[in-house]
């Protein structure tokens, strides 16, 4: 019944729309039912008439039945084109919000589930339930109605034989109640395995080029067709429960015609019931039967809608790790005054990767954190915008609890360059603009010309216009990199962070990264991860993190001078020792 509710929320917005669809469905169900007894009537009062008397009523009838089929057309063409709209409407609405959930999930949530399966969700499933949506209520309504009608009509001509057609309908709606029920779970494994095809075909095409690098084309296809095999055997299950089950309904509607004769003949041999009576009770059973039939076929889109329903209700009720709480106040007025204080951080139930770590970053300085791989220097700088929550406690910035500001004003304050620069599908332009919205065209030049990859634009065909292709294919990674810079620029925030931003490039993009990333730095508190220690030489503190916490800290000079760590991995890089 909760899923139920939920499910009617989608219908409010629209509510006139539906309600004008069901009565057009009203009409549609009135005139199917009216059809036999205006038969049956014509047939008893006027066809038995002499000539003339049917002549002069006949124009008038048939103008009548015309009519009634013309308003019959209309309120058709209502339920199948605006009826589909208003699923189609539902179905955009569920997949907004859908969207709009996936944006607040924390990337704990996304550390868990495949991309693939997500898209399969926005997608797949919620075409599912816009199906659901548009013909649930209409073929409910439409088949109850002439059941319920066509029903009271057979009692009125003839009580015992609608009786046994009572019986057999009982049996035959058990039956279906209980093969819906055996299906039901073949249906959501199915909603499964297409959402592994789907993660499985995002996973291949987005890693196309290592696939290549490595000649792996055929052991991609078969970890696709194992996927795909899957989802076959599923479907099979599936098809196999629905032969059996509209077989079955078949045989039971034959039943029916067999009950109706064998009983129609023996209530005419007694005299209870006359042919011509027969002959419109079969015309009143097309009309019970085919209902029954629209309901039984409707099965395979309600399995299908309601497993899809279920699946986006999981999602919609997931509650994101980070939230901004009731009192939260923006982040204003930003100086950059950061302190760690005694923060400790693990991943889910594992053992924890920063323990009990303090660390204090002034105004407008600039730290980094050396050390190997592992040691939490990224979980560090994660916790400061609130990608993940601290175990246990705190992060201030300003004297604020970073818990205790909106989320939106504390990643508006940070700027974030990576190693893995992420650019989307579209222009140059629009990437660079991605850092602020509704950035004018001066703006976006000058941070292309602050980040040093403005004249690098213009030598392009198209400029600013060029097309980087999927994830910025078209361009090198120290392009990308500056691109990216180029973000943060635009971006302007009093905090930065600098996440190994130049440890995958040649030594000449280097000098042009590093160039504009001193540039960008400038008066502005800066954390910087480097594996390359002389990018980070001139900074005002070096903190030197292992998976035993903080090691050593203080200035290029002073921590030479101690031979301690940081020298030794100096000394590693710039005199080739091993």
Not at 64 to 72: F, H, P, T
Request: overall charge neutral.
């Amino acid at each position: 019944m909760s899923i139920l509710k939920k499910f009617i929320t989608y219908y409010r917005p629209y509510k006139n729309l539906f309600y004008a669809d069901m009565f057009c469905a009203l009409l549609v169900s009135i005139i199917d039912l009216a059809f036999p007894q205006i038969l049956n009537y014509l047939a008893k009062n006027l066809f038995t008439q002499d000539k003339g008397v049917i002549l002069n009523a006949i124009g008038f009838v048939g103008i009548s039945l015309l009519l009634m089929y013309v308003i019959k057309y209309f309120c058709q063409y209502f339920i199948i084109s605006w009826g589909h709209i208003m699923g189609a409407r539902m179905e955009t609405d569920m997949r907004k919000d859908l969207f709009s959930q996936f944006q607040r999930l924390s990337f704990s949530y996304y550390d868990k589930n495949n991309t693939g399966e997500m898209m399969s969700k926005l997608v797949v499933d919620l075409f599912d339930i816009s199906e659901l949506a548009h013909h649930g209520p209409e073929n409910v309504f439409i088949s109850a109605l002439k059941i319920v009608g066509s029903f009271s009509i057979l009692l009125l001509i003839n009580v015992r034989m609608t009786l046994i057609l009572l019986l057999v309908t009982i049996i035959m709606v058990f039956f279906s109640v209980y093969k819906n029920y055996k299906m039901a779970p073949s249906f959501s494994d199915s909603r499964i395995k297409i959402a592994a095809v789907n993660s499985s075909l995002q996973d291949s095409l987005a890693g196309v080029r290592v696939v290549k690098s490595f000649a792996n084309e055929n052991l991609e296809r078969l970890k696709f067709q194992k996927h795909n095999h899957e989802f076959l055997e599923s479907k099979n299950r599936i098809y196999k429960l629905m032969g059996s089950f509209h077989a079955w309904n078949s045989f039971f509607e034959g039943l029916l015609y067999v009950v109706i004769i064998v009983s129609g003949g023996i209530f005419i041999a007694d005299g209870s019931l006359k042919v011509s009576d027969l002959a419109i009770y079969v015309l009143y059973i097309n009309l019970f039967i085919t209902p029954i039939d629209v309901l039984i076929n409707y099965t395979e889109s309600f399995q299908k809608g309601y497993a899809g329903f279920k699946r986006f209700i999981e999602v919609m009720e997931t509650l994101p790790d980070i939230a901004d709480k009731d009192t939260a106040e923006p982040l204003t007025d930003v100086k950059g005054d950061i302190i760690y204080k005694n923060v400790s951080f693990r991943y889910n139930d594992d053992s924890n990767v920063l323990d009990n770590v303090s660390l204090a970053i002034k105004p407008g300085k600039t730290i980094a954190l050396v050390g190997p791989s592992g040691g939490g220097k990224t979980t560090l700088c994660s916790l400061l915008p609130r990608f993940y929550d601290v175990t246990a406690g705190s992060i201030t910035i300003d004297g604020k609890d970073i818990r205790d500001v909106t989320l939106d004003s504390l990643r508006n304050a940070i700027g974030i360059v990576q190693q893995d620069v992420y650019m989307f599908d579209g222009s140059i332009r629009d990437n660079i603009a991605y850092g602020k919205a509704g950035a004018t065209e001066m703006e976006i030049i000058e941070a292309a010309q602050n980040a040093n990859i403005h004249e690098f634009i213009l030598s392009l065909e198209q400029g600013y216009d060029s097309y980087v292709g999927e994830r910025g294919v078209r361009l090198s990674g120290g392009q990308k990199q500056r691109l990216s810079i180029a973000r943060v620029f635009l971006k302007n925030p009093p905090i930065l962070i600098l996440d190994e931003a130049t440890s995958a490039l040649d030594n000449e993009s280097e000098r042009y990264i590093q160039n504009s990333l001193e540039k960008l730095s400038k008066n502005r508190t800066t954390i910087v991860i480097a594996h390359r220690l002389s990018t980070i030489k001139n900074s005002d503190e070096i903190v030197v993190v292992t998976d035993e916490g903080i090691q050593e800290r203080g200035d290029h000079k002073q921590l030479i001078e101690k031979a301690g760590i940081y020298a030794r991995y100096y000394n590693m890089q710039f005199e080739g020792l091993e």
